[in-house]
């Protein structure tokens, strides 16, 4: 990466990061840990676990996913997230308004300042 190159990743981050999430959780619900592996899996969406967990912890107490525990087989019982139907409506706003979003920027990339 070219040095700025972090920070322009960071802010893009902050601002789509929670959408993301929400979106995994549309097919049903997921473990934390499961939720991480996916977003931190290229290092694009999340660079590590330790900005997940307070991101559900907002998620929840804004409403937009609810929280179950769960025995597990393999050690302690586990916390899955659910998308609730105020989660859902967030998110259809969110594609609503990313896809002429992310189409325009593409334009202005892609024309490069021409006029």
Do not use: N
């Amino acid at each position: 990466m070219v040095p700025g190159d972090s920070a322009i990743l960071s802010h893009l981050r902050r601002g789509a990061l929670e959408y993301c999430v929400l979106a995994m959780l549309q097919d049903g619900r997921l473990y934390g840990l499961d939720i991480a592996r996916r977003l931190t899996r290229d290092g694009v969406l999340m660079s590590s676990e330790g900005t997940l967990y307070p991101l559900l912890a907002r998620l929840r107490k804004a409403g937009l996913v609810e929280t179950t525990w769960q025995e597990s087989s393999s050690g302690p019982p586990r916390r899955y997230y659910d998308l609730t139907d105020q989660g859902a409506a967030a998110l259809a706003a969110f594609e609503r308004t990313w896809i002429p979003f992310r189409t325009a920027v593409d334009a202005a990339l892609s024309e490069g300042g021409r006029p």
